[in-house]
């Protein structure tokens, strides 16, 4: 009787998946339509630029950035830029050559500097002579909040204590005090992972986001803190419902952008992974219905060398465990099951 009831069971949840799988696609594009860390209208003609080895875009842009205050932008721009320049650098050179003092190349070239060394085995020895860069860079605008979210993540490359940290986020914070990178910077540096612990990491990123602006991604900085424990494991405890308070905070930040904006894209792609691990198989559909065809690398790269193969393999696996727990028979409107005749 129990193999039979077991059979019944696993029966019911194949027809479940067959019926409704398919309908659950409705909102979603196609896997050939997903693009991976897609620039937005700004950035992609800087960077095709680049790809010709012309920085005049880049340097326009970036100095938009500056003029108008847009200190989010302007560390996005910075880092996509730097990323490009890993591999094909030679617009950034140029660039550097002509305007050595240009606070903008300096910035790049700051970024660059860290990202390259970040996974050498000699990281920490390599990344002091960064410092030099990052100070340059700090120097070009000293309203500019992004040299100081740069000096974070090399703080913690260098193994920098907490004196020392706490002094780069008080210049930080005063030039910014809501700016998004510098506080995942910090969230990082006090992660379990690195100099702190999952408690002092979730306690950082609750503070941070009663305080943030209203629509401010800050405010999702918990769900970040929740990613945190939820890959790198340790021995606190986090209570669940911490984590489901984290993962409903950024619904609610991810709720006050439009469906397949680019902007609020990865913290929607980490909602999703934590929606994911919690089991929350609806709200982890509605979160990837509305990231549209904006697939990020983070998250997906911490677990896979594939990340976009990844997000649509578990896109794909959000939907048949949701098709599994519709019912077969849905109730009509009128308490009983819906007849043929109902309209």
């Known amino acids: 009787m129990v193999d039979t009831m077991a059979l019944l069971r696993a029966f019911i949840r194949t027809a479940r998946m067959v019926k409704n799988t398919s309908r659950l696609a409705a909102g979603l594009p196609a896997d050939d339509e997903v693009l991976l860390d897609a620039p937005d209208e700004r950035l992609a003609p800087a960077l095709v630029a680049a790809a010709r080895g012309e920085y005049d875009i880049a340097a326009k842009l970036l100095a938009a950035t500056r003029e108008a205050a847009e ?21 950034l050179q140029t660039w550097q050559s002509e305007s050595p003092h240009d606070p903008d190349a300096l910035l790049v070239k700051a970024e660059l500097a860290v990202r390259r060394w970040w996974e050498s085995p000699a990281r920490a020895e390599l990344l002091r002579e960064v410092g030099p860069l990052i ?106 419902e911490r984590l489901d308070e984290a993962a409903d905070l950024a619904i609610a930040v991810s709720a006050a952008y439009a469906p397949a904006d680019p902007w609020p894209a990865e913290v929607r792609n980490l909602l999703t992974y934590v929606l994911i691990r919690l089991e929350r198989w609806q709200d982890a559909l509605d979160q990837l219905r509305l990231i549209g065809p904006y697939a990020t690398s983070f998250p997906w790269d911490r ?36 007849r043929s005749g109902d309209h």
């Open 303 to 338: 677990v896979s060398d594939d990340p976009l193969g990844q997000f649509l393999e578990l896109r794909d696996g959000v939907r048949l465990e949701v098709a599994s727990i519709i019912p077969l028979h849905p109730r009509s409107e009128h308490g009983g099951r819906a």
């Open 135 to 240: 100070g340059a860079a700090a120097e070009g605008d000293p309203r500019d909040p992004v040299p100081w979210r740069i000096a974070l993540d090399h703080a913690r490359g260098t193994n920098a204590g907490h004196t020392e940290f706490e002094k780069l986020w008080t210049e930080a914070v005063r030039r910014s005090p809501h700016h998004y990178g510098c506080h995942v910077a910090a969230l990082k540096y006090l992660s379990a992972a690195w100099y702190g612990s999952h408690r002092e990491c979730f306690d950082f990123a609750e503070r941070a986001a009663q305080d943030a602006l209203p629509g401010s991604l800050v405010q999702a900085l918990p769900v970040r803190a929740a990613f945190a424990y939820l890959t790198e494991g340790g021995r606190a405890v986090i209570p669940r």
């Open 71 to 91: 200190w989010e932008n302007r560390d996005r721009y910075a880092r996509r830029l730097a990323v490009f320049a890993r591999t094909r650098d030679g617009w």
